[in-house]
């Protein structure tokens, strides 16, 4: 039995399927654990969907902000006519409800006892423990999974609020969790979200760093497995390991096996 870590697919269907051809992935007995963004960019995010799901129960997914976004249009367009011909694909699919249904019920944040592993999309702040992470995560899948789903998601995006207080309620803390979970990666010591900076380290804001960097955090001693960005790269550290290889953008599709740590690649391209 095999654990695998996949990073961000974004509809890159052919790539998936090479990528689980090499690692002669088998559902009866391997795991596969997405880092988010299985859908966008990549022209078959209903192929890509339609696999995973078929996988299940073999397949875990910490969601990201473009499945989040995906959500949101499809209760805003459910018929299509969203402007993006990708999601319109999926929404006028005949199983599009139980495609979106099962993506709802994927979480945001996960702990593996066995792997002694974090994993999101993105990233968390210096505040949060582990079990911070994974308790705010589940406020919102509670969310996404109950009758409020489309007010939460018509609420769901905006900046602000940036600065995590526990006492916050309502939209504001569950649209702060969202953006730190699916869409952080720079913050200051705070907490303090820079959610416009997707450059490498450097690129960030002055008294902004790399939210992994800071050693002050409380997640210091926990492995974190994340996606969400490309400009970072692959990276496997002994306190994270970033996955998001930048497929969609021309680069590769990776997958790390957690028992030993071999690490197999795709090119974005079969011809390449």
Request: glycine share 8%.
């Amino acid at each position: 039995m095999s654990t695998y870590l996949i990073g961000d697919v974004q509809g890159c269907y052919d790539s998936l399927q090479r990528l689980l051809q090499k690692i002669k992935f088998d559902p009866a007995t391997d795991k596969l654990w997405f880092c988010g963004d299985l859908v966008n960019r990549g022209g078959q995010s209903l192929q890509v969907l339609r696999l995973l799901k078929s996988l299940e129960p073999a397949v875990s997914v910490s969601l990201g902000n473009h499945d989040l976004h995906l959500m949101a249009n499809y209760h805003l367009h459910p018929d299509g006519g969203s402007g993006n011909m990708e999601f319109d694909a999926v929404f006028t699919a005949p199983d599009c409800d139980s495609l979106i249904d099962w993506l709802c019920t994927q979480p945001l944040s996960c702990w593996s006892e066995q792997h002694q592993l974090l994993r999101v999309h993105a990233g968390v702040i210096p505040q949060w423990n582990w079990q911070a992470v994974v308790s705010a995560g589940k406020e919102v899948s509670t969310i996404l999974q109950s009758d409020k789903r489309s007010e939460f998601l018509r609420h769901m995006y905006g900046n602000r609020p940036r600065r995590w207080r526990e006492e916050r309620t309502g939209w504001k803390r569950l649209r702060l969790i969202t953006n730190i979970l699916t869409r952080l990666r720079f913050c200051d010591a705070e907490g303090r979200g820079s959610y416009n900076a997707s450059g490498p380290p450097g690129s960030q804001p002055k008294n902004y760093k790399p939210w992994f960097k800071h050693k002050h955090r409380l997640t210091k001693d926990v492995r974190i497995a994340f996606g969400h960005w490309a400009a970072l790269g692959l990276r496997v550290k002994k306190r994270y390991i970033s996955m998001d290889s930048g497929c969609v953008w021309g680069g590769k599709l990776s997958a790390l096996r957690l028992e030993d740590h071999v690490l197999s690649q795709v090119r974005c391209r079969s011809d390449q």
